[in-house]
């Protein structure tokens, strides 16, 4: 599958939003990055399982990041239950369910963003 076949695929599997923050490719002037979840340097693969469609913005604020423990290890959108772990408040605001939430939130820098 050619890089650009890939970036389709992935615009389709997330519905054209940024997997992490959920903002979809209108509000964020077009088409988003490919994010590798667990980073290459870190050991992953650059495979569809390892791609989250990303906003610039989110992919900035992960960067090289990956959790040594469970406890650390970054939500994947398409993998682990996002609803178990973080929910938004009334004004927006996404709000920790459990300590993976509050890596998630705080890794991605959610609730600094006002594009949100």
Same mark, same amino acid.
């Given at each position: ?5 890939? #970036?389709?695929?992935? +615009?389709?599997?997330? @519905?054209?939003?940024?997997g992490? &923050? ?6 964020? %002037? ?8 667990k980073?290459? #340097?870190?050991?992953? +693969?650059?495979?569809? @399982?390892?791609l989250?469609?990303? &906003? ?6 992960? %960067? ?42 705080s890794?991605?820098e ?7």
């Amino acid at each position: 599958m050619t890089r650009s076949e890939k #970036t389709q695929h992935l +615009r389709v599997l997330y @519905d054209y939003r940024c997997g992490y &923050c959920g903002i979809p490719e209108a509000r964020a %002037g077009g088409v988003l990055t490919r994010d590798h979840f667990k980073p290459l #340097t870190k050991g992953g +693969r650059n495979s569809l @399982d390892n791609l989250v469609y990303s &906003c610039e913005r989110c992919n900035r604020a992960k %960067g090289n990041y990956w959790g040594d423990t469970d406890e650390s290890r970054l939500l994947h959108p398409k993998e682990d239950d996002l609803a178990a772990h973080v929910s938004r408040g009334s004004s927006g605001e996404v709000m920790a369910l459990s300590q993976r939430g509050s890596v998630y939130i705080s890794v991605l820098e959610l609730n600094i963003a006002t594009s949100l």
